[in-house]
């Protein structure tokens, strides 16, 4: 089904909420002076979206705005998944001390229209599309990333944030003139057919173009070696933003990631298995990008001192965990992925929001900062911590053990029985950096510099939200995959 512009936007109200809420909050900024309320009104328009998104009318799939955005099954996981992070972005920001001293009006604003370009991301169905919303995502972050406007940190890592893009993604539209050049169209459904049609396929060529492509996509999930401006931008935004950037900016990597290298150049066969282009060894290529992600990733967060920075390696670990169902090149691959996707936005962002009320109470990020903060006030922001570290590790009875149970199984019928070691070993070394933290606040007497955790119900009321889901997701998950089994479907128009 191909619908134009006014037919499609029964499909686009998520969206189309998310629009309203940038222009009223535009305009309420002009015209009161009490900015507090805000935040409110950001938080209503994500909730909002979130819940246009659950309304949504069944359909099989149906192209929007002639070609330019699908909507289908896939789709509306991404949107949920990015929804669900910008509640917990703004919820955050709403009990930030870094933010109340921000421009309200502006920051949230610019928090939603990121949002809005996330969900364009998970929905593009044209090269064209796909850069410009990836394009929109990272402007946006650039500006999120260096809004505290008096700290140098920040505004040091918007720099670096915006010289990395900026390579990135020229790096990236160069690769995708080249499919251009190849297939004579940036539609994926076209670009399929063409190099699928049987006759001589310059593989060097769309090799090359891939390649350049995997640069743009690499740098938004932060997979090595496009990475390296992670550890800097998490450790210099404002905590919120790098929440937002860690779960909502790397589902939406994943989301176009995930539509471009399965059904725009590759062939789903029987069985729920996918087959690459014969010839384009792109598979075997992003099996080495999985093992050196994730094992930079926990390597490197072995000696950071920092919590923001030793989150920012081991969201970089995670991105290559989640690589893992990706180059399976099979539906259950796909399933387990996106079904971790999940699990690390609820185990990230519980972390965050621990950072976050220990830096509201104390003013430090630091590692040292969380000595004895079960003795110190902070029990409840400690014991909490502890869960989300355990299932970041993969610890029984968490709803990450059972993400990475789905990955393994994945990987394992699959025959990748080396990418299954690789990944167990990993595992291994990262319970090392997750359980210091855990023994500094049990184990470690307070010094009596480090300051006490006040009780911020609104911060405490997201965290046990989440904590709460972290246990029970690992003990009942049904709910998530079979969401996950549903969002399977990739539209590419009628068979």
């Given at each position: 089904m191909d619908l134009g512009n006014l037919a499609s936007l029964k499909h686009f109200i998520p969206e189309m909420i998310l629009v309203a809420g940038v222009l009223a909050i535009?305009?309420?900024?002009?015209?009161?002076?009490?900015?507090?309320?805000?935040?409110?009104?950001?938080?209503?328009?994500?909730?909002?979206?979130?819940?246009?998104?659950?309304?949504?009318?069944?359909?099989?799939?149906?192209?929007?705005?002639?070609?330019?955005?699908?909507?289908?099954?896939?789709?509306?996981?991404?949107?949920?998944?990015?929804?669900?992070?910008?509640?917990?972005?703004?919820?955050m920001s709403i009990g930030s001390q870094e933010v109340k001293s921000c421009d309200q009006g502006e920051y949230y604003a610019i928090l939603l229209a990121s949002t809005f370009a996330m969900f364009l991301m998970a929905e593009s169905a044209n090269l064209l599309m796909a850069y410009l919303a990836l394009e929109f995502v990272s402007l946006t972050s650039y500006i999120l990333t260096g809004f505290l406007?008096?700290?140098?940190?920040?505004?040091?890592?918007?720099?670096?944030?915006?010289?990395?893009?900026?390579?990135?993604?020229?790096?990236?539209?160069?690769?995708?003139?080249?499919?251009?050049?190849?297939?004579?169209?940036?539609?994926?459904?076209?670009?399929?057919?063409?190099?699928?049609?049987?006759?001589?396929?310059?593989?060097?060529?769309?090799?090359?173009?891939?390649?350049?492509?995997?640069?743009?996509?690499?740098?938004?999930?932060?997979?090595?070696?496009?990475?390296?401006?992670?550890?800097?931008?998490?450790?210099?935004?404002?905590?919120?933003?790098?929440?937002f950037l860690a779960i909502g900016s790397k589902a939406a990597g994943f989301a176009l990631l995930t539509r471009f290298f399965f059904p725009a150049i590759s062939h789903l066969a029987a069985g729920g298995s996918w087959t690459a282009l014969a010839g384009v060894d792109w598979p075997q290529l992003l099996l080495f990008v999985c093992i050196i992600t994730m094992t930079l990733g926990n390597l490197a967060a072995l000696q950071q001192t920092n919590m923001k920075r030793l989150l920012a390696y081991s969201s970089i670990a995670q991105a290559g965990y989640a690589l893992m169902g990706f180059v399976v090149l099979s539906n259950d691959g796909i399933r387990a992925m996106l079904f971790y996707l999940f699990a690390y936005y609820v185990m990230d962002a519980g972390a965050f929001v621990v950072v976050m009320i220990v830096a509201n109470s104390t003013g430090r990020e630091d590692v040292d900062a969380y000595r004895g903060l079960a003795w110190r006030g902070g029990i409840v922001p400690a014991l909490a911590l502890t869960i989300f570290l355990f299932s970041l590790t993969g610890i029984p009875l968490t709803v990450g053990?059972?993400?990475?149970?789905?990955?393994?199984?994945?990987?394992?019928?699959?025959?990748?029985?080396?990418?299954?070691?690789?990944?167990?070993?990993?595992?291994?070394?990262?319970?090392?950096?997750?359980?210091?933290?855990?023994?500094?606040?049990?184990?470690?007497?307070?010094?009596?510099?480090?300051?006490?955790?006040?009780?911020?119900?609104?911060?405490?009321?997201?965290?046990?939200?989440?904590?709460?889901?972290?246990?029970?997701?690992?003990?009942?998950?049904?709910?998530?995959?079979?969401?996950?089994?549903?969002?399977?479907?990739?539209?590419?128009?009628?068979?």
């Open positions: 535009v305009i309420i900024d002009l015209a009161v002076r009490d900015k507090s309320r805000l935040g409110a009104l950001a938080l209503i328009a994500a909730a909002a979206s979130l819940l246009a998104i659950g309304l949504e009318p069944v359909l099989s799939g149906a192209w929007l705005f002639h070609r330019m955005l699908v909507f289908d099954s896939f789709a509306i996981y991404f949107r949920t998944l990015i929804a669900l992070a910008a509640v917990v972005a703004i919820w406007r008096h700290n140098r940190r920040s505004l040091e890592a918007a720099l670096k944030y915006l010289i990395y893009g900026g390579v990135a993604s020229g790096t990236m539209i160069y690769g995708m003139s080249w499919i251009f050049g190849i297939t004579g169209s940036l539609d994926f459904s076209v670009i399929n057919k063409a190099l699928s049609t049987p006759g001589h396929l310059p593989v060097l060529a769309v090799f090359i173009a891939l390649v350049l492509i995997l640069t743009g996509m690499g740098y938004k999930v932060a997979s090595v070696p496009f990475h390296m401006w992670a550890p800097d931008v998490y450790t210099g935004a404002p905590i919120p933003i790098t929440t053990f059972i993400g990475k149970f789905y990955l393994f199984a994945a990987v394992i019928r699959g025959q990748f029985y080396i990418l299954a070691i690789v990944g167990i070993l990993n595992s291994v070394v990262s319970l090392y950096y997750y359980l210091k933290p855990i023994r500094m606040m049990f184990f470690e007497q307070p010094r009596g510099d480090e300051g006490t955790v006040r009780f911020q119900a609104w911060d405490y009321g997201l965290m046990g939200v989440l904590a709460c889901a972290t246990i029970v997701f690992g003990l009942y998950w049904s709910p998530i995959i079979s969401f996950a089994n549903r969002s399977l479907s990739f539209f590419t128009g009628p068979t």
